[in-house]
């Protein structure tokens, strides 16, 4: 069968950073082909050249046998490029209609004929299984609606490749039903179909073929019938279940078990969100989160500290409850979290290095009771060289350092309140290896001095270094406990492929 | 200290160019003389009559660091200056005249506060809904008339001197020193460039960015009560149709001459001060050096532009984008960027 | 067919107004008379023309803070030209338009270009029109010409003896073109992608400059039209004349019921914004005993009314993120 798209020897660098390393990626008309990986693999980078949104460093892209260089995602939708995104990229503010066709309404004497641009939108629709009133507002409509109707222009514009960056995301069991038989359909008139998704479920029950990216590089293309869950969370991961395992796994401590409990959360648990979860952290000991991306494992982190309200359960230590409903609460009771995204929830950026670091002591302390400065300049620098942060000086703002050493300033502010429940989501991500073993180092040195940790890490090996017990978290469910002896790779790996039958 | 001097040198330099420049066209602008008690001399006069903008500029400079606005200040100067000149026509004495009025801009504070941090309203928008009707609101305790009175003790405030100096002038300055001082020496100026930077890094970090926002409005609404004393004390009456009236944006062009960003973040109170006495400089210098009073505006607003250009982020980002090509080809190692930044 | 939530702020605006001229008439019955219907019209004539163009601004996600010095530039710039020189009118009116649009369009420009926020842009425009008026003269110009007596003395005498003057007549025709341009063209629908969100109007093929620059001549236009008709009205120009017009009319439009973030409203909302605040007024001049602030304060009470409404509005239809973390 001729290749509709073909990708060959794409590459593309960043500063720093080799995001995208000579990845080869063909589609056929009428097949749709998964594309996957956990963040930072590439799929976004490798989508942003496909559609205009980035200049490729070098390699070729071909569709239909043409050899073609898209400058802009307009440029790209001429071509027959088009792409829907999680968050429509359409107006909510403009009625259906006006979406479906704006930039080509039809006019009449110069002014927009509205009788003949609801039916082009009808007409558009028409075979999507859509009955609704193109005249109204499209933010009126649910998300998979919307989704249904960026689709239908998206393909209107364009029609030969459709590319669907995580359309399901925010969509029920229903509503992605309705959005794969939307699918299915256009792979039937022969459209070539790229679907990014972390739900492996969907995947295989859509998907023709898929291509798994790790660390900037295509692992493999495979026929999806041909793989098993197992073996592709193995292929994402980067984990063969034959390699040496427990080489670096954590001497767990003997006398793990007898530790006193620190904290129990009760029932936690938010509908839509995560499902009532029990969980008992004891003293100095440090838990594994695992899970893929969009599991929950970020959610369980919210709740706990508040970020988000919980509508179920609550916590507890020997005293009684502990108050975490929102992010001042949890800090009062002891807690600190250190979020996946730092620059968006982490950082100040244009404050100082020291004030970062002092900033969540300085509000628990509050503003009336300044922090002296030689004691701020203390902190700062013992972190600064705890740490290994790199900066050419405490004063110097936070937005200029790099993304590792910017996670250390957020490690250091939590560090300074010295809690006795520290969250870590994500905290190697984007960090270099030297740094990457510090920091882990540091989760070991801080729980010695009986200092609980919840980590949450797509990496399992760090995982499984760092970590006395690992749960795992599968579709907003706390799904496994795996301890002692049962950490492993593998355990993981299965816990998490695990498909109890519940989502079908 | 250096820092603090290196922070407000752009607009010392844009002052003193101003001055010398009226200087030239009106060679008596610097001479101060001492009679009958007090100082004398345009320069004096500039340091009285810019009090108004200069303490309306303080709290908006506070506002303006969390990222917001605040467009009441002066209706709120016409309230207050109402409630102030009521409560001493109606004989209420002195302090509590006073203690009104603060109480009265608070107020008004805690609404714009209200509105912005707990509803979620805009700034912009949430502050219009005041300026528009608060200047009812003053006009209903004046009723309508202009409120006269004849208390020296408050006309003080107005026209009286201390240690020489139109006590305006001392007003804005310890104002503007207490503020600072406060904002300083406590850790409020760190928490509320954070939040202006980036409130929701700062609420994960325990920080109350409700409560701060609100008393950031309070702020505001106290200066711009201070700002409405001042006023009502120098014409001894409260004229609720024109007291404070566009002095609000006066007030967003002087924190915006001092440098400091729409965007919050970082700010300087001394900075927005200048500004504050840059601008009163421009009217009193215009008028004279001889210029009709009518180029006054043209001048202004040549002014704000020119200071546009210059903060234009554009401008700025074509600058840094030049200053690190060059920087480029000087040495090839490139920045560090994450895999996070890569693939946001 | 299920009504557009977008309509509930449209529909709001027109009920309160209805209800409000409901209440004056039941007080006085001669409210509902074609004389003051006509009244309201002519005395908001000027405020309603601007306020056209500022609901474009707006809807595009802007401000124009420059409108009320622009009003008062014009009158000046007319009654000047008609003093120093022998022009018609009607040629005066077409030289003041092209420099009253340009200058819009010049703002737009610097805004777009600088990236710098309108607010501010337009706060240098508002001081250099209201510069640019002291600078041609200081003084009330009382405007003698016979075109203009000829515009006065036409008007459509309603039955009932009131007048529709040749401004109230160009204001409703103001209304409507605005209201073709904003609803029934493509640039209408790149000025409300843009109020939506810049980014995403972008990728959807908007021309953004373009229209920046284009919503601000329209809104320079419409501030030079009013000042025309500001000028016939008063039969002078006067560089202090409309102060804070500009506040008004900003009112006038969220009143009307648009979203004073921009992307959704209607034009004709705006034209019932103006009545609504017109109204308030002839009902304080008929009963004679209230006094002229509470049209402030009602007019404050009523944009809390709408930006609240609006605030659940946009709850309702979820296009605001969580603000978990405020």
Request: hydrophobic residues 50%.
């Amino acid at each position: 069968m001729p290749m509709l798209l073909t990708i060959r020897s794409l590459s593309k660098s960043f500063p720093g950073a080799r995001a995208l390393d000579q990845v080869d990626l063909d589609l056929r008309a009428g097949e749709v082909h998964a594309l996957l990986g956990e963040n930072g693999a590439g799929k976004s980078t490798l989508i942003k050249c496909l559609t205009g949104a980035y200049r490729r460093d070098s390699g070729e892209i071909r569709l239909d046998g043409a050899a073609i260089s898209p400058g802009s995602t307009s440029e790209a939708q001429e071509l027959g490029i088009g792409t829907v995104y999680q968050e429509v990229n359409l107006l909510p503010n403009l009625t259906v209609a006006q979406n479906l066709t704006f930039g080509r309404e039809p006019r009449r004497f110069g002014l927009v004929n509205g009788r003949a641009q609801r039916e082009e939108a009808r007409r558009m629709l028409s075979g999507y299984g859509l009955d609704i009133d193109v005249g109204r507002d499209l933010g009126t409509y649910s998300v998979a609606i919307q989704q249904i109707v960026a689709i239908a222009r998206a393909v209107e514009l364009s029609g030969k490749v459709l590319i669907l960056d995580e359309p399901t995301a925010s969509l029920d069991a229903e509503e992605t039903r309705m959005l794969f038989g939307v699918v299915r359909s256009l792979r039937d008139k022969g459209l070539g179909i790229i679907f990014v998704s972390h739900f492996l479920d969907q995947v295989f029950e859509l998907t023709d073929r898929l291509t798994v990216l790790r660390n900037g590089q295509k692992i493999v293309t495979e026929e999806t019938a041909r793989l098993d869950r197992v073996k592709l969370i193995e292929h994402m991961l980067g984990r063969e279940l034959a390699e040496v395992e427990d080489a670096e796994r954590r001497r767990t401590d003997p006398e793990a078990k007898n530790r006193s409990e620190l904290i129990r959360f009760e029932n936690l648990g938010r509908s839509g969100l995560v499902q009532p979860f029990d969980l008992a952290v004891h003293r100095g000991e440090v838990i594994g989160l695992a899970g893929l991306l969009g599991s929950g494992r970020t959610e369980t982190a919210e709740l706990m500290f508040g970020v988000r309200a919980a509508d179920s359960g609550k916590a507890r230590d020997e005293n009684g409850d502990v108050a975490c409903g929102n992010p001042r609460e949890a800090i009062g009771s002891g807690f600190g979290f250190a979020p996946e995204d730092r620059k968006t929830d982490g950082i100040v950026a244009d404050l100082s290095v020291r004030e970062n670091i002092i900033l969540a002591l300085q509000a628990r302390r509050g503003w009336a009771n300044p922090i002296p400065r030689a004691e701020q300049d203390r902190l700062a620098d013992a972190y600064i060289q705890k740490l290994d942060i790199r900066t050419s000086g405490a004063d110097k703002a936070v937005g200029d350092l790099s993304g590792g050493n910017q996670q250390k300033v957020v490690l250091a502010r939590w560090l300074a309140m010295n809690p006795r429940f520290l969250i870590l989501d994500e905290p190697t991500r984007g960090i270099d290896v030297g740094a990457h073993a510090e920091i882990l180092r540091l989760i070991h040195q801080i729980t010695g001095e009986g200092m609980s940790i919840l980590v949450i890490s797509s990496e399992l090996d760090e995982l499984i270094a760092v970590s006395d017990r690992i749960i795992v978290v599968r579709d907003r469910k706390h799904v496994a406990e795996l301890t002692g002896d049962d950490v492993t790779t593998g355990a993981i790996v299965r816990a998490i492929a695990a498909d109890d039958g519940a989502h079908k | 200290m250096s820092r603090f001097l290196a922070r407000i040198a752009p607009q010392l330099v844009t002052l003193a160019a101003i001055v010398v420049l009226v200087t030239l066209f009106f060679p008596d602008f610097i001479q101060i003389s001492f009679e009958r008690g007090r100082f004398v001399g345009p320069i004096i006069d500039v340091l009285k009559r810019g009090a108004p903008v200069a303490l309306l500029a303080i709290g908006m400079t506070l506002v303006i660091a969390t990222r917001g606005i605040d467009l009441s200040v002066g209706t709120v100067m016409a309230i207050t200056g109402a409630v102030g000149a009521w409560a001493i026509a109606s004989g209420y004495g002195v302090v509590p005249a006073l203690l009104l009025a603060m109480v009265a801009g608070l107020a008004c504070g805690l609404w714009n506060g209200i509105l912005v941090a707990i509803i979620g309203i805009q700034p912009i928008v949430a502050t219009l809904i005041l300026m528009t009707s608060g200047r009812g609101v003053a006009q209903l305790i004046t009723e309508g008339r202009i409120l006269t009175f004849n208390d020296p003790a408050f006309a003080f405030f107005g026209s009286g001197t201390l240690l020489g100096i139109p006590f305006p002038a001392v007003l804005w300055l310890l104002l503007a020193v207490a503020v600072t001082l406060l904002m300083r020496r406590t850790a409020l100026g760190m928490l509320v460039e954070a939040i202006g930077i980036n409130r929701a890094a700062s609420a994960l970090a325990g920080v109350n960015a409700r409560v701060l926002l609100i008393a950031v409005y309070m702020a505001s609404g106290l200066c711009a009560a201070f700002a409405g004393i001042v006023a009502t004390a120098d014409i001894r009456g409260a004229d609720a149709n024109n007291a404070g009236l566009w002095l609000e944006l006066d007030a967003i062009l002087a924190v915006v001459i001092g440098g400091n960003s729409l965007l919050g973040g970082r700010f300087s109170i001394a900075a927005s001060v200048l500004g504050a006495l840059i601008i009163q400089t421009i009217d009193t210098g215009i008028l004279l050096a001889g210029f009709p009073s009518e180029y006054n505006l043209v001048i202004k607003a040549g002014l704000v532009l020119l200071i546009l250009l210059l903060q234009s982020p554009n401008l700025a980002h074509t600058w840094r984008f030049l200053r690190d090509e060059a920087m480029r080809r000087r040495e090839p190692e490139p920045e560090l960027h994450t895999r996070k930044e890569i693939e946001p | 067919m299920t009504a557009n939530a977008r309509l509930y702020p449209l529909f709001a605006t027109i009920a309160i107004f209805i209800a409000a001229y409901a209440i004056c008439w039941m007080q006085f019955p001669y409210m509902l008379s074609t004389r003051v219907v006509g009244n309201l019209l002519t005395d908001n004539a000027y405020l309603g023309i601007v306020a056209v163009g500022m609901t474009v601004v707006i809807l595009s996600g802007g401000i124009d803070l420059s409108v009320g010095s622009v009003i008062a530039f014009s009158g000046v710039f007319i009654s000047v030209v008609l003093r120093d020189t022998s022009l018609h009118p009607l040629v005066v009116f077409a030289l003041l338009l092209s420099v009253t649009t340009a200058f819009g369009a010049f703002m737009g420009l610097i805004i777009h270009w600088l990236a710098m926020p309108a607010f501010i842009v337009t706060l240098a425009g508002m001081f250099l029109a209201r510069g640019a008026a002291y600078m041609l003269t200081i003084d009330s110009v009382p405007i003698d010409h016979a075109f203009y007596e000829f515009i006065k003395d036409s008007y459509y005498l309603m039955p009932g003896k009131g007048r529709l003057t040749v401004i109230a007549v160009v204001m409703l025709l103001s209304v409507a073109f605005g209201a073709l341009i904003a609803h029934r063209t493509r640039f209408g629908a790149s000025v409300f992608a843009l109020g939506g969100g810049v980014q995403t109007a972008r990728l959807m093929g908007v021309n953004v400059g373009q229209t920046t620059v284009l919503v601000y001549a329209f809104s320079g236009f419409m501030a030079g039209l009013s000042g025309i008709v500001f000028s016939i009205y008063t039969g002078s120009g006067y560089p202090l004349a409309t102060v804070g017009t500009e506040l008004t009319a900003i009112a006038a439009v969220v009143i009307g019921g648009t979203i004073l973030t921009g992307g959704a409203g209607y034009v004709v909302g705006t034209l019932f914004g103006v009545l609504t605040m017109g109204l308030i007024q002839t009902y304080i001049v008929f009963d004679g005993t209230l006094s002229s602030w509470w049209t402030k304060i009602v007019i404050g009470l009523l944009l809390l009314l709408f930006i609240v409404l609006q605030k659940g509005l946009l709850k309702l239809t979820g296009t605001q993120r969580d603000a978990a973390l405020a």
